[in-house]
């Protein structure tokens, strides 16, 4: 009878320990939120496969699904691209530059850092919300 008793305690402990496991599971990577990320000086819009950023006087690009990691970091290549006002002229040559956009989101909280590739210049650095709509004053 102990025997008995004794492997039903066992089965019940393994049992209730299977219920906890998941809660201290690591969470596994997952998609940026699509939507729109603002900030002072910064607008990012997350697509599925890309998304589009608006700077101050300046734009760029990310392609491919964004994904996180499993702490909500990310690093990937992009571009960014100065603007003048006035018009654009017929002959004028894109400028895209290559960049590493990298960070870290928390929450509804990103801080992006912007680093560029081709030159050794300070990397920006941005704090944007989810669902916030971004101040960006465009060159006139």
């Given at each position: 009878m102990?025997?008995?008793l004794a492997?039903?305690?066992l089965l019940a402990t393994l049992l209730l320990g299977l219920c906890?496991?998941?809660s201290f599971a690591k969470p596994r990577a997952r998609r940026l939120e699509v939507g729109t990320w603002g900030?002072?000086?910064i607008?990012?819009?997350v697509a599925k496969d890309?998304?589009?950023i608006e700077y101050d006087c300046a734009h760029g690009t990310i392609n491919g699904p964004l994904m996180l990691d499993r702490r909500g970091r990310f690093s990937y290549s992009g571009t960014y691209s100065l603007e003048h006002g006035g018009p654009i002229r017929m002959d004028e040559k894109p400028n895209a530059r290559p960049v590493r956009y990298a960070g870290?989101?928390?929450g509804k909280t990103m801080k992006l850092t912007v680093t560029f590739v081709d030159a050794n210049e300070e990397p920006e650095v941005f704090t944007l919300v989810l669902g916030g709509p971004g101040?960006?004053?465009k060159c006139r």
């Open positions: 102990k025997t008995k492997k039903s305690l906890f496991i998941p900030g002072p000086h607008h990012l819009e890309s998304a589009t870290v989101v928390s101040r960006v004053f």
